[in-house]
């Protein structure tokens, strides 16, 4: 069973991040206050910043997956317009045909074009709707391409044809390009890990035991300040490393939220358990 994404509107995702970042903001004060110079106001600033992160890192994932399935249907879409061209039917019929069919998310959106046609839009203001509603990439690109071929008229359907190649191309290299980032997005969940390995393996075997010790003469920091400031560089780095990730995968910054908060919480996870 394929579960639908629903399209999440930019005002939901404002809405998200200042309340998210209101409670977040909330929290550091609280613990400022109540927990000062303690270990626990750690604790209490990580998940104030897990807290303003995650509900508009789940949002931007969801709208994200609406409009990759927004745009893999766009050929099929365009493929359907040149059929159903091919048998007389003008552009606004062959939408209409179209709009009967599945195409994922952009069903509801044609439809919706075409109840605005029926209202009395023109097609080239419907279009422009659509174009504005879904707002994806590729859709702003190919919109201009087919209201000039409406405007010129003659072969509109090679217009369509080749537009959809177009779109079909320029998504095979997009997977190709995630495909062959992988192994750099691996690379920094890679780094991290073996960051925090060589943390634990130093704490149990060097700072724990040596801190005190004679031979050094006066420890500059004390093994809990040690392990405090390891903390702050694991989730620093962790952090970080998720946005650079998002990055090279998705040509996003946004995108790689998702992947810092997966760092931190390993980070976290790793450290209070084995320090």
Request: aromatic fraction near 12%; charged fraction near 20%; glycine fraction near 6%.
């Amino acid at each position: 069973m394929v579960i639908k994404m629903p399209k999440i509107k930019n005002r939901t995702k404002k809405i998200a991040w200042t309340v998210s970042v209101s409670v977040a903001s909330a929290i550091i004060v609280f613990a400022y206050l109540m927990f000062r110079n303690k270990p626990i106001f750690d604790d209490f600033v990580f998940f104030a910043v897990i807290m303003a992160v995650s509900p508009p890192t789940f949002l931007n994932y969801i709208d994200y997956k609406w409009r990759k399935a927004v745009d893999e249907h766009l050929p099929d879409l365009f493929r359907s317009i040149v059929q159903a061209q091919e048998t007389g039917m003008t552009l606004p019929q062959a939408l209409e045909e179209a709009s009967k069919r599945d195409y994922g998310p952009l069903t509801t959106e044609l439809k919706q074009m075409n109840a605005q046609i029926s209202w009395g839009l023109s097609f080239e203001e419907a279009l422009q709707a659509l174009s504005r509603r879904v707002d994806t990439l590729l859709m702003q690109r190919t919109v201009p391409l087919i209201t000039e071929a409406s405007h010129s008229g003659g072969h509109v359907e090679k217009v369509f044809d080749s537009t959809g190649k177009f779109i079909q191309t320029t998504i095979l290299l997009d997977k190709e390009r995630r495909n062959q980032t992988r192994p750099y997005v691996a690379i920094i969940y890679v780094a991290l890990f073996v960051f925090i390995l060589t943390i634990i393996l130093l704490f149990k075997s060097f700072f724990i035991e040596v801190g005190g010790s004679p031979l050094l003469g006066e420890a500059v920091m004390t093994p809990g300040e040690m392990q405090q400031l390891f903390f702050h560089m694991t989730i620093i780095q962790a952090f970080f490393g998720g946005l650079v990730a998002g990055k090279m995968s998705e040509g996003t910054i946004n995108a790689g939220l998702k992947h810092s908060l997966i760092l931190m919480l390993c980070g976290y996870t790793a450290l209070r358990l084995f320090l």
